[in-house]
Each structure stands twice: as C-alpha cells, then as structure tokens.
C-alpha cells in the first residue's frame, strides 16, 4: 500500500508528543487525548505507535510527523487506539498506510481479529476501515463525550488465509512505540 503521497514509518516518539497534541486537538477538537494521556498511552503494556513522516528529497534534519497511529495487543486482539492524518495531507493515501501497518503488526503478533471503535458521523474513517474489510460489529451508545456522539464497533478477522497486506514501503523498525 503505497501513499499518493510519498511518507515513511517510523516508531512514534516521546519527542513526537508536543505535535501530537496539537494534530489531535485539529482532528477530535474536545475529544482530543492530553499529553499526559499521550505519554501514558506510549508506555503501557502491549501498544505499538507509529508515526508517518513526509519524505522530502532535499530537506536536512528530521521531518514533522504528518500522522500517527496505535494499537494495543491484549494477547488474544488488537484495539485501534487511535489514527490521525494532518487535515492538509488527508485523502492522499497516508490513511492507508498506517492501518495497513497496524493490520501487520497484528498479524506479525498473531492476533485473531483487529478491534475499533468509530463515530458514526465519521464518514471518511467509515469508508476507509469498510475499503480495508472491517465490518460493524455494534454500536455503542454515547461513547464519545462530551460531544454524546454514537460509535460503531468494527472488526476485521485476520484469518491465516488472508493475503497479506502490500506494505513493502511501509516497513517500520520492530521497537516499542517509546524512543
Ligand atoms: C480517517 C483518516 C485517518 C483517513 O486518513 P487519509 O490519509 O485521509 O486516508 P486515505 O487517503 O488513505 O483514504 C482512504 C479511504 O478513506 C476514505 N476517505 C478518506 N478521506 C475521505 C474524505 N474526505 N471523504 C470521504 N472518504 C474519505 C476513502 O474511502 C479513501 O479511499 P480513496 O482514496 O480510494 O477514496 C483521516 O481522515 C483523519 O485523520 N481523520 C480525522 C481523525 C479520525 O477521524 N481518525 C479516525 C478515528 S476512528
């Protein structure tokens, strides 16, 4: 799965926080994850973060992240705990290129299925884990707060038939999610 718009992978960081903070208050506005939450989340039991760079030829030093992602592995599943795109470079793919990561690595720790919850008004996450497989398992009522918006709770089997995701141009480093 390749990007229309040319990013690596690479393990998402402790640096990374500060601009991952400002990347979830854009996207989930008062729903956004704190950076105490953040950092928690970073050094808790089975999690995998990821973060998504652009990759310019001519540019010295190291890139702003442009996305992220995570999951958790509870030994059995993995949750989708979050994924985010920078508005400016959204719908060009990079998406993908995460779940397409997370749905590795799933696969690569032997999780059965890949577990997520999504608002039910989210019409482009919707489409996007519908195009990856994942079907709507429930609802749950309420669950974000305090906007009171509904989630659906999705899942995709990952079943040892299943090809396996393209993700050649998206290999991450094997760490943990905390640098
Ligand atoms: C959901 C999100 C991560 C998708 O990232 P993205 O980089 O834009 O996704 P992609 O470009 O890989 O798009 C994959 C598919 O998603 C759907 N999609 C993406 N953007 C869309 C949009 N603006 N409108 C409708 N569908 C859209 C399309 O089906 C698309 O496939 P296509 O390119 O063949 O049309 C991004 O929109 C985002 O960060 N949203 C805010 C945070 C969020 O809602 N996260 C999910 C929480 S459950």
Redesign the pocket.
């Known amino acids: 799965m390749s990007?229309r718009y040319e990013v690596k992978l690479r393990p998402l960081r402790a640096a990374d926080l500060p601009r991952v903070v400002r990347l979830e208050q854009e996207?989930?506005g008062s729903s956004a994850w704190t950076y105490g939450m953040l950092a928690e989340e970073l050094g808790a039991l089975g999690r995998w973060y990821v973060a998504a760079e652009p990759v310019r030829l001519y540019a010295a030093g190291p890139q702003e992240l442009i996305?992220y992602a995570g999951l958790w592995f509870d030994g059995d599943v993995t949750q989708?705990m979050?994924?985010?795109?920078d508005?400016q470079?959204?719908?060009?793919?990079?998406?993908?290129?995460?779940?397409t990561a997370l749905i590795d690595r799933s696969r690569q720790v032997g999780a059965s299925a890949v577990l997520?919850?999504?608002?039910v008004d989210?019409?482009?996450?919707l489409?996007?884990y519908?195009?990856f497989g994942f079907e709507q398992l429930g609802i749950r009522k309420r669950y974000y707060q305090p906007e009171d918006v509904d989630a659906y709770t999705m899942r995709l089997e990952l079943t040892d038939d299943a090809p396996a995701a393209e993700t050649r141009d998206a290999a991450v480093p094997d760490e943990p999610g905390v640098a």
């Open positions: 990007a996207l989930f996305g989708i979050t994924i985010g795109v508005p470079y959204q719908h060009l793919g990079i998406g993908s290129v995460l779940l997520l919850e999504v608002r989210n019409d482009a996450a489409a996007m519908g195009k």
